[in-house]
């Protein structure tokens, strides 16, 4: 078998892995600041939440959710992970993530998914990939909720979400349209929502 490597290259090669200069500026040497705490999240850990009904003229998802992963639980900087299951006949309202790309992932149950009105059908090991600013929306016209993580690259969503919801087990008092609007006037730099198809502005 032919020899791929020069004698010029073996004695780089050879430098390169007994220079003491070299292999003290090698990222391995160079011991990492720890932020945040490691996990290991079973299906029903996380931070509980439920949110409050919406008026059927904004949204029609009432549902509780799992926040998994984010700046609170477990210090995430860079991402937020959360689960939850979408009812039969419910939808995930029109909308958008203008600084932030994320991914879905359908773990059951089968729906109908518009990302920038094309339609695609979705079902158990489906991934969506969303780059920032994708409209979509999500329906469940199945026979069982849609179970699904979802994956977000900033931080953002999950304070929106906070302040649709209450902890679980407290009494969810339903959002007024005017609530609703605020709220998500607050929340613009993390996700923008489009009327629903039918629905007044």
Request: glycine share 8%; hydrophobic share 40%; aromatic share 6%.
């Amino acid at each position: 078998m032919p020899n791929r490597y020069s004698p010029l290259s073996v004695v780089f090669l050879a430098l390169a892995l007994s220079s003491p200069a070299v292999t003290a500026q090698t990222p391995q040497n160079v011991p990492a600041a720890r932020v945040g705490t490691p996990l290991v999240l079973q299906p029903s850990d996380g931070e509980a939440r439920m949110r409050r009904p919406p008026p059927t003229s904004l949204s029609t998802l009432a549902a509780p959710f799992l926040i998994k992963v984010d700046e609170r639980n477990g210090g995430a900087k860079d991402f937020v992970v959360f689960t939850e299951d979408v009812p039969v006949g419910q939808t995930i309202s029109p909308h958008r993530h203008p600084h932030s790309e994320e991914i879905p992932f359908i773990h059951a149950g089968t729906g109908t998914a518009w990302l920038d009105g094309k339609e695609a059908k979705v079902g158990p090991g489906t991934i969506i990939f969303m780059p920032p600013n994708t409209g979509v929306r999500l329906t469940n016209d199945g026979k069982q909720p849609i179970s699904l993580m979802a994956v977000f690259a900033r931080p953002g969503f999950d304070k929106y979400q906070r302040d649709i919801s209450v902890p679980a087990g407290e009494a969810a008092k339903p959002l007024t349209a005017e609530e609703l609007t605020a709220i998500r006037a607050r929340h613009t730099h993390a996700v923008l929502y489009d009327p629903l198809p039918g629905k007044p502005r």
